[in-house]
Nanobody, 123 residues
Framework: QVQLVESGGVLVQAGGSLRLSCRAS????????IGWYRQTPGKQRELVAG???????NYADSVKGRFTVPRDSAKNTVYLQMNSLKPEDTAVYYC?????????????????WGQGTQVTVSS
């Protein structure tokens, strides 16, 4: 049984940094592509970053240069490192795996989702 457990979402001031964690069981992250998404009320879930099993990462334009996706294979955990946070980054963040990168190197979501973690950035 595959389970993704996210943590790390908190209230943070604009300009600050935050690291979200997504720990997997039942699946090996190092052998799978992963994606980080976010969602705000009334809006569709938005892809923030997608990473191949080899570590090649694409980022949404809105987070490029501010967010990165490090992995710790020993802990079977992937992170979303968020720097220079803005109020518009406020959302529930989800990790996903089991997907793939298409011909444009965009991550396509797989069947496994975490439960989400709330990030709130105050101005």
């Amino acid at each position: 049984q595959v389970q993704l457990v996210e943590s790390g979402g908190v209230l943070v001031q604009a300009g600050g940094s935050l690291r979200l964690s997504c720990r997997a069981s039942g699946i090996t992250f190092s052998m799978n592509a992963i994606g980080w998404y976010r969602q705000t009320p009334g809006k569709q879930r938005e892809l923030v970053a997608g990473q191949s099993s080899g570590g090649s990462t694409n980022y949404a334009d809105s987070v490029k240069g501010r967010f990165t996706v490090p992995r710790d294979s020993a802990k079977n955990t992937v992170y979303l490192q968020m720097n220079s946070l803005k109020p518009e980054d406020t959302a529930v963040y989800y990790c996903n795996t089991g997907g793939w990168l298409d011909s444009s190197r965009n991550y396509r979501s797989g069947r496994y989702w975490g439960q989400g973690t709330q990030v709130t950035v105050s101005s």
